[in-house]
T-cell receptor, first 118, second 112 residues
Framework: AQSVAQPEDQVNVAEGNPLTVKCTYS??????LFWYVQYPNRGLQFLLK??????LVKGSYGFEAEFNKSQTSFHLKKPSALVSDSALYFC????????????????FGDGTTLTVKP | NAGVTQTPKFQVLKTGQSMTLQCAQDMNHNSMYWYRQDPGMGLRLIYY???????DKGEVPNGYNVSRLNKREFSLRLESAAPSQTSVYFC???????????FGPGTRLTVL
């Protein structure tokens, strides 16, 4: 089975400060990890992913995430938050074990609402 | 490119009525997915189609059926709607099982 936890329902930061949105995962095979952002009344938009390679992944809009295998985490970060970053953020995982019948299914976390205040 | 389109955007049904949610993508993706989003519960996979002609159950398939009509289109049918199916439904597609997904704008369904 695969699962994702986003331990914080809400994250509040001041504009210009660094932000972190946390994600931990559990899979039986190799993890394929994704971050998505959702603005009000919109579908999800892809931000970045980790499949293999460098543990630090850079994505859209200045976001980055660090894959930590020992801590089974994939936290989303940004050095300097903008008010326009305020949105709902989802972490998702897929099991990279191609022999696993669940290999094609993504599991999403419950989401973290990021609020950036001016 | 329109990306992933969904119709309708909004729908109100009475308990027991049926309806089909339509989804189409113009990115030539092999895989397509249907999710529902409920407050505090993230996205839950209803059904997915790894490629044209195949479909598979997700986490919450009960009460739903799907059809992968061709490579572009993947529809979701509610045969007898129930209030528990009130939700926002998202269709998504991806180039393969291990690539990011592209999402449609969603269908907001209310079952009375």
């Amino acid at each position: 089975a695969q699962s994702v936890a986003q331990p914080e329902d809400q994250v509040n930061v001041a504009e210009g400060n660094p932000l972190t949105v946390k994600c931990t995962y559990s899979v039986s095979g190799n993890p394929y990890l994704f971050w998505y952002v959702q603005y009000p009344n919109r579908g999800l938009q892809f931000l970045l992913k980790y499949i293999t390679g460098d543990n630090l992944v850079k994505g859209s809009y200045g976001f980055e995430a660090e894959f930590n295998k020992s801590q089974t985490s994939f936290h989303l970060k940004k050095p300097s938050a903008l008010v326009s970053d305020s949105a709902l953020y989802f972490c998702a995982v897929r099991d990279g074990n191609i022999k696993d019948t669940n290999a094609g299914k993504s599991t999403f976390g419950d989401g973290t609402t990021l609020t950036v205040k001016p | 490119n329109a990306g992933v389109t969904q119709t309708p955007k909004f729908q109100v049904l009475k308990t027991g009525q049926s309806m089909t949610l339509q989804c189409a993508q113009d990115m030539n993706h092999n895989s397509m997915y249907w999710y529902r989003q409920d407050p505090g519960m993230g996205l839950r996979l209803i059904y997915y189609s790894a490629s044209e002609g195949t479909t598979d159950k997700g986490e919450v398939p009960n009460g739903y059926n799907v059809s992968r009509l061709n490579k572009r289109e993947f529809s979701l049918r509610l045969e007898s709607a129930a209030p528990s199916q009130t939700s926002v439904y998202f269709c998504a597609s991806s180039e393969g099982k291990y690539n990011e997904q592209f999402f449609g704008p969603g269908t907001r369904l209310t079952v009375l």
